[in-house]
């Protein structure tokens, strides 16, 4: 069975991968920005970088899944620090930090850190109430 923890965990990557699915299909300018691959590669070579990084999306679910200690507290890390996206956000919209990306991606961005940071306390509180991936 999968807690609320995980279920958490788990959803959020769920949302980054189709997120990444949908960055490539509907803006492969974007995506090709955000990830800073070159545009005149060949098209394969944008559908082999997705599969890569869904490949680094899965390794970890699948420790969500077995509930492996290590990935809870790697996790939990990534996703507490999740909150430095926000000032970044703020930085780059102010024109403080530039950013070769579009204002929607920039503000998407903040939101996914500003949702980490959220998970990563509610993983935070699951730990103190009942250990490692523990629910909340």
Known sequence: MVNRTQGLVLGFFLVVAASLVVLLVAAPEVYDQA????SDWPWWTQIALLLILFCFIGVPAIGVLR????TFWLILVAFVFGVLRLPVTVLQLTGVLTTSTPTWYVLFQG???L???AIGLAMLAGYRHSGVWGTL
């Open 115 to 117: 949702v980490q940071f």
């Open 35 to 38: 990830l800073r691959h070159p």
């Open 111 to 113: 939101l996914l850190g």
């Open 67 to 70: 509930r492996w200690r290590w």
